[in-house]
Structures are given as C-alpha cells and as structure tokens.
C-alpha cells in the first residue's frame, strides 16, 4: 500500500490546530506505518507549517474564494502542507504540486482536486511576482510577519524590550541536539573522542555541564553506547538543573513533576550515592518514559504518581533537596515544540501562574530546614517566573534567594534566578531559582 506522506501532514495539521492534540501525541499516529526518510519527512513538513502558520494561512487566504469549513476543513490544511513545501522545501515544485494534489485520492475526496491544483498553482504564480518585488512582507501585521499569536507577541514586547525580535526569531529556528553524558560511563571528553571516532560532527560544548551540541540530529540507534545508556538527549538548558542542585551523598531527593524523567536521570548520573530519589508526576502514564529512562541508564529510583499540589502521596520524610520543574507555558521550547504557539492561550498563563503557586507553597513544607529547593520553569514569561519567586520570597520570611553561578548574565545583577532567552548559547529558553530554606 502506498502511503500519502502530504495527507498524513494534513491530518496531523488538522487534528493540532482544529481538535487541539498535541504534535507529541499526533505525530507518532501518523507516523506509525512509516519507516526512515518518510518517517523524517512527514516530521519536516508538520513542524514546518506548525512553525509558519499564520504566515501560510495569509498565503492561502487569498488564493481560496471562501474559506473551507465543515467536513472539507483537512483540506484547508493540505493547502497549507502544498505552500510550505513550495516555499520552504527543497521539494522540485511539480513534485510538491502532484504529491499534494494526490493526497486528495487517501483523504477520500477527489472532488477537491482541481480546487488544490489551482490554488497550488496560483500559489506558484504568485511567488513569481513576489521575487520581483522587494519588502513584500514589510507592511505585514506582527502575527504574520512573526509567526506567532499577538497576545504571546505582546507579552514578549513587554517582558523583553530590547530583545523581542531575536526571541521570535530564535522560536522559528530548527532546534539543536544536545546531548548528555552519562558520567558514569565516561566523561564529556571521553565521549567527545567516541563521537569523532563515529564521525559525528560537534558544533558546541556547554562550558556549564560539558553538554554535546552537534552539528545536525541524527537518530540515537547512530549514539555510540545509547543502548548501553552511556549517553542521553536532553537540552543543554535543562541539563544546568543538577547542577544547580548540587546534590550531595547524604540527600533525601524529590523531582517534582518529573515526566519524563531526563532530570531525575542526570542527578543520579551525577551524585549515584545518595540516600534516595523520589519522582512524582500526576499522570501516571506520563511515568512510563520515566521507568524506561531509568531502564536504560541502570538508575533506580522511587516513581510515585502523585499531585504535587496535595500530600496524598507523601510518606511524611522531609527531603534535603527537591527540583519543583513546574507546570508552565512551555513558551520557551516553542522552537522544539511550536504547536505551543497555538494550543496555548492567553486566558492559560493566570490559571498556570495560580498552580504554580499552589505547587509551590505546598512543596516547601516538604523541605527540610537548611534544605534546597530549585524552581524551574521552560518558560520565559516573568509572571511565571522571577515574579513568581519575588512573591514567594516576600510571603515566605524562611525562604532566601541563592545566587546562582555560571549563569552567562551580563545584564542586571539584581534579577531574581537565572532567566535563560532561546536566543541565548543556542539552549531552550529556561528559569531556575534556588532557594534555601532558613533554619
């Protein structure tokens, strides 16, 4: 059976954005029946129109006489799949064209043929005239021009005065592989030289934790020693977070929210003696990836399902350190994750910034007196993070802001945690604050 990678992008397309699935979740649907570079390309198509959406629904908007609604509605989305090829793809144009007029046939109805080829087509025409004419797109409203919602826009303009523009920019970008080294295995160095010896190029080192940047990604089974859990896919950004914990042997540990389980992993990567590491996440089938981190890395760890914003759970054993890596809007993986630009909405941030709150306040009661707790977040909105902290600091006379080292800022000395940019060392936009708890 010959499957219609393009139908399949639509699908995907129009179950995010019309039925509010996340990519995570839809993608591998999709992809269930497809192996290697179909695989790969039904990826490269879905983030891509994820990432220019309101830029491809301008393009189309004026190709099409009514907009497609009802029923029809997955084929306003294979439109967008046939403009993003055109124009961002290597895909020869009559390939995008006849690929994406086919996947009609699959999505059961030939009857939209014409309608896809013409407007394809008309397409076409119109990046012709486009080329001949320069600033097309300088009179564009900002949600166009950017590829973002105008309220995350705003929030930007406003949080970021000076750096705005290179934050969306930064959102619009193919992210990097970083990867993580499993210290117990061998060092950065070590790693570093297995890699070159596989011909796997590096682009980075993270000075912070020695974290791998490579060149391009490229599927883990080609990671020498993946199986072997001698290494680990995980951001640069979210790797500072056992650092700064800086667990020592005698530590009674809490990850809170911890799903999927890449922090849980490296701070036993990083201190394997402690006395006990405890995982909480409310989803209990978010917990799997943490069992299977776990698995392969040879780590142990007690994996509980639980709310972090009750005690149900919690045996009564107050923790030495805990890693609350909050609920949050996600807004600073958005290059990793841009179906976030659209699933997440403005009305969302209060309700996230009240259980962060709520988490919060609950957990400290969890800590020991002269105990740590670092906040985190993968989010670059103030409200959920340094304003957050400032809050909880003044409500709470026993809570003292640490100052965090190696923390590349080179702005105001005085800001409350570590505010990370996505256009920053080329990590994920992240926020940690370090508190400890006063005796």
């Not at 008309?122 to 949600?143: D, H």
């Not at 011909?199 to 883990?220: G, R, Y």
């Not at 841009?338 to 941030?349: G, Q």
Request: hydrophobic share 40%.
């Amino acid at each position: 059976m010959i499957i219609n990678i393009r139908a399949l992008a639509a699908k995907c397309c129009y179950a995010v954005i019309d039925q509010g699935r996340s990519l995570s979740d839809e993608l591998p649907r999709q992809q269930e029946n497809l192996i290697g570079k179909d695989k790969a390309l039904l990826q490269e198509i879905c983030y891509g129109v994820l990432r220019y959406l309101p830029e491809l629904e301008n393009d189309v908007r004026h190709l099409v006489q009514k907009p497609i609604k009802g029923k029809q509605r997955v084929f306003h989305f294979l439109l967008l799949v046939g403009v993003y090829q055109i124009r961002y793809m290597r895909i020869p144009d009559h390939a995008a064209v006849s690929e994406t007029v086919a996947a009609t046939k699959p999505l059961k109805n030939s009857h939209m043929k014409g309608l896809v080829n013409a407007v394809l087509r008309g397409f076409l025409r119109t990046l012709e005239a486009e080329s001949k004419v320069s600033g097309t797109n300088k009179n564009l409203p900002e949600p166009i021009k950017y590829n973002h919602p105008s309220w995350f826009i705003k929030k930007v303009q406003l949080g970021y005065p000076e750096q705005w523009q290179a934050i969306l920019d930064a959102n619009q970008q193919r992210p990097p592989m970083w990867l993580r080294v499993n210290q117990q295995h061998h060092t950065s160095e070590e790693y570093q030289a297995l890699l070159i010896a596989a011909e796997i190029e590096i682009a980075n080192i993270e000075p912070n934790t020695q974290a791998i940047e490579l060149t391009k990604a490229l599927d883990v089974a080609k990671l020498p020693g993946f199986d072997l859990g001698w290494v680990s896919i995980q951001d640069a950004a979210a790797q500072q977070a056992a650092r700064i914990l800086d667990c020592q042997p005698s530590d009674v540990v809490l990850d809170c929210c911890a799903a999927p389980g890449g922090k849980t992993c490296h701070i036993i990567e990083q201190t394997p003696d402690i006395t006990s590491m405890t995982a909480i996440d409310i989803e209990e089938s978010r917990l799997t990836r943490v069992h299977e981190n776990l698995a392969r890395l040879g780590l142990t760890a007690d994996v509980i399902t639980g709310d972090a914003a009750s005690q149900d759970w919690w045996s009564g054993e107050q923790f030495d350190r805990i890693l609350l890596d909050a609920p949050c809007s996600g807004t600073g993986v958005i290059r990793r994750h841009p179906d976030i630009k659209w699933l997440r909405k403005a009305e969302d941030i209060d309700k996230l910034v009240l259980l962060q709150q709520q988490i919060l306040d609950n957990i400290w009661s969890l800590l020991k007196p002269g105990g740590t707790l670092l906040y985190a977040t993968c989010s670059i909105l103030p409200e959920e993070n340094g304003q957050q902290i400032s809050r909880f600091i003044k409500e709470n006379q026993d809570a003292q802001l640490i100052a965090i080292t190696g923390n590349y800022l080179d702005t105001d000395e005085n800001a409350i945690g570590w505010q990370l940019l996505p256009d920053a060392k080329n990590m994920d936009g992240f926020y940690y604050a370090k508190l400890l708890k006063l005796k």
